[in-house]
């Protein structure tokens, strides 16, 4: 039997994975792979804005919506585990606790790759904050010193999904997936997240977006096919190759 196939979502807050990496999991998932993702925050504090409009509106009410919407995304895109950390956000922060916490879902899951943001974000830190954890406890994870007799993990790549603002971030996609064959499954998910609704055709017309920088990059790697929607990602390491 081949082994299993698995990939790593760790996402600052609960809306995060649905507009940055949707489509990646849901095209994955359909690929066969099992797919975790890692939530650090419901993003209670500060990605619910419409939800704090309500009146009578509390914390615990807050939270409670957004695990639900959470949890909704993540079935539509075909999610096989999501976890939810609870840590709190604006500021998210983390134990030495919380990052061993997460290195054992790391070698739990052992995944083929990993997402997560971009490495710098000034309009939100808990997304740069995110990434720094992730490469952390990556490392950790690799570490034969760490809780012996663990399964290590390898070397996944580990790709950075689009942020809000691209210009502004320093991110520089290397790589482009055609998402058009799961677009509706994303889109889906994209509408689970109800609190952030303004969110929803800007995220569309990003994927819109990269499917024309996906068309104009494919000539000679993915036969100049036509794609409707597409994601970015740039990748932290170096990829090894056999041929070009």
């Given amino acids: 039997m081949s082994e299993k196939k698995t990939a790593l979502v760790i996402s600052a807050h609960a809306a ?4 940055r990496c949707g489509g990646a999991i849901a095209l994955h998932a359909q690929k066969g792979y099992e797919v975790t993702v890692v ?53 998210l922060r983390l134990t030495d ?31 740069m904050y995110a990434t720094q954890v992730a490469l952390e406890t990556r490392m950790i994870a ?22 809000h603002q691209t210009e502004q971030m320093g991110w520089k996609p290397d790589v482009f997936l055609d998402i058009t064959p ?10 689970c997240m109800e609190g952030q609704e303004h969110l929803w055709e800007f995220y569309t017309r990003v994927a819109q977006n990269r499917a024309n920088h996906f068309q104009r990059n494919s000539g000679g790697q993915s036969g100049g096919r036509a ?7 740039q990748s932290v390491f170096p990829r090894t190759v056999d041929e070009l």
Avoid at 53 to 78: C, F, I, Q, W, Y
Avoid at 182 to 191: H, L, T
Wanted: glycine share 8%; net charge negative.
């Fill in 16 to 19: 995060d994975f649905v507009w």
């Fill in 39 to 91: 939530c650090l925050s419901f993003g209670e504090r500060g990605e619910s804005a419409k939800l704090w409009k309500e009146p009578g509106m509390t914390l615990d009410r807050v939270k409670a919506t957004r695990r639900s919407e959470a949890e909704n995304a993540a079935s539509a895109l075909g999610v096989h585990n999501l976890i939810s950390f609870d840590l709190g956000d604006y500021p």
């Fill in 97 to 127: 606790d919380d990052k061993y916490r997460l290195v054992d879902v790391i070698r739990d899951v052992q995944p083929s790759f990993m997402l997560s943001h971009s490495q710098y974000d000034p309009y939100n830190t808990d997304h």
């Fill in 142 to 163: 690799q570490a034969w010193g760490h809780n012996p007799g663990q399964k290590v993990l390898g070397a996944p790549q580990l790709y950075l999904f689009e942020p």
């Fill in 227 to 233: 794609a409707k929607y597409a994601e970015g990602f």
């Fill in 182 to 191: 799961v677009w509706e499954k994303k889109r889906a998910a994209i509408e």
